[in-house]
Nanobody, 122 residues
Framework: QVQLVESGGGLVQPGGSLRLSCAPH????????MGWYRQAPGKQRELVAT???????DYADSVKGRFTISRDNDKNTVYLQMNSLKPEDTAVYYC????????????????WGQGTQVTVSA
C-alpha cells in the first residue's frame, strides 16, 4: 500500500511563509497529477493547487499570487510554497496523488496523505 508522506506544516505569523513537501514512501513507477487540498474546521475540503506531470498548474482563486506549487518528477515529490500567509489559510493541508502507478503494470489509483496542520496566527 502506497503512503504519501507530508512535511513542512506548523505555526506561522500572518505575512509569513511555509513550504510543504509530499512524496510517496518507497519507490513507485509514476504519478500523473499531484496536488494540495485543505480543510478548515467546520468546512469542506477544498482544492488549493494541482500540477500535472507536464507542469501545468491550477490554483484556487484565494491563493493565486501567494502560493506556488511545483514538483520534482525524478523524486515524485510535490511542493507548496506558501507566502503572505493569512489567518484564513489555517487548515489541515492534504497531499493528493492522482494516477499513481506503484509499478509499470499497476492500475492507476488515487492516494491521499495523512494531512499536515498549518496555523496562521499572531
Amino acid at each position: 500500500q502506497v503512503q504519501l508522506v507530508e512535511s513542512g506544516g506548523g505555526l506561522v505569523q500572518p505575512g509569513g511563509s511555509l513550504r510543504l513537501s509530499c512524496a510517496p514512501h518507497g519507490s513507485i513507477s509514476s504519478i500523473n497529477t499531484m496536488g494540495w487540498y485543505r480543510q478548515a474546521p467546520g468546512k469542506q475540503r477544498e482544492l488549493v493547487a494541482t500540477i500535472t506531470r507536464g507542469g501545468s498548474t491550477d490554483y484556487a482563486d484565494s491563493v493565486k499570487g501567494r502560493f506556488t506549487i511545483s514538483r520534482d518528477n525524478d523524486k515524485n515529490t510535490v511542493y507548496l510554497q506558501m507566502n503572505s500567509l493569512k489567518p484564513e489559510d489555517t487548515a489541515v493541508y492534504y497531499c493528493n496523488a492522482d494516477g499513481l502507478k506503484e509499478y509499470i503494470w499497476s492500475a492507476s489509483r488515487n492516494y491521499w496523505g495523512q494531512g499536515t496542520q498549518v496555523t496562521v496566527s499572531a
